[in-house]
């Protein structure tokens, strides 16, 4: 069965500094896997999804994954943290293929201090 | 385009009675899910739809919980009678139907307190 392990409920770091958001999975056949943001009072969006394409998928506003399939990991990056960036961060897991339903980690608020 | 629409945007209802959730997708989205965010817990899965039919309600939690959508346009989420662990962010999203779509537009939410 699927599942979705975020590392860590709350990560704060500076702005400008790396963001580092942490995602491993676990599915007994190759993996769709998503990260959506909620900002505050809004929906959740996506921002980048991995459909066994290129492993380095790139998103909006500057994130970035790496699916790593030893590591049955995909963690969301950024380079430089701004203050918009603070919000909820959510990887998910596709069950049965594009058309499925996703399986969500428990998420991870980013804080971004000036 | 207009996205997912979900309202109302917060409802606070009383043990007992019965609350209607409603989303209309983006328009020529076959596939409709809901989802559901009980505080401080993941966000869970509650059914699909194709078009007007019911592909995946696996997530449904018990029959209090009913859900329909009326002509393949948009779904009602009815819950009768609310309980209090039924609290929680209901969300929407909507997809169109083929082996190229991948990610959906998620609705804003409807957040529902039972008191």
């Known amino acids: 069965a699927q599942s979705v392990t975020q590392l860590g409920s709350h990560v704060s770091v500076s702005e400008g500094a790396l963001v580092l958001l942490r995602c491993n999975y676990s599915?007994?056949?190759?993996?769709?896997l998503f990260w959506y943001v909620q900002y505050p009072n809004q929906g959740l969006q996506l921002l980048l999804k991995?459909?066994?394409?290129?492993?380095l998928v790139k998103g909006i506003n500057g994130f970035e994954a790496e699916f790593k399939k030893s590591e049955t990991s995909f963690h969301l990056t950024k380079p430089s943290a701004h203050m918009s960036d603070a919000a909820e961060y959510f990887c998910?897991?596709?069950?049965?293929?594009?058309?499925?339903?996703?399986?969500f980690g428990k998420g991870t608020k980013l804080s971004v201090k000036p | 385009e207009a996205g997912v629409t979900q309202f109302p945007s917060h409802s606070v209802i009383e043990k007992g009675q019965t609350v209607t959730l409603r989303c209309d997708p983006i328009?020529?989205?076959?596939?409709l899910y809901w989802y559901r965010r009980v505080m401080g817990k993941e966000i869970k899965f509650l059914l699909h739809?194709?078009?007007?039919?019911?592909?995946?309600e696996s997530g449904m939690p018990n029959n209090r919980f009913l859900a329909e959508r009326t002509g393949g346009t948009y779904s009602t989420l009815k819950v009768q009678p609310a309980e209090l662990e039924d609290s929680g962010v209901y969300f929407c999203?909507?997809?169109?139907?083929?082996?190229?779509?991948?990610?959906?537009?998620f609705g804003s939410g409807t957040r529902l307190t039972v008191v």
């Open positions: 998910a897991v596709s069950v049965g293929g594009s058309q499925g339903n996703l399986i």
């Open positions: 739809f194709v078009k007007e039919s019911k592909q995946d």
């Open positions: 599915s007994s056949v190759p993996p769709y």
């Open positions: 991995y459909t066994s394409a290129a492993t």
């Open positions: 328009s020529g989205h076959d596939n």
């Open positions: 999203a909507s997809s169109p139907w083929g082996t190229d779509n991948y990610g959906y537009t």
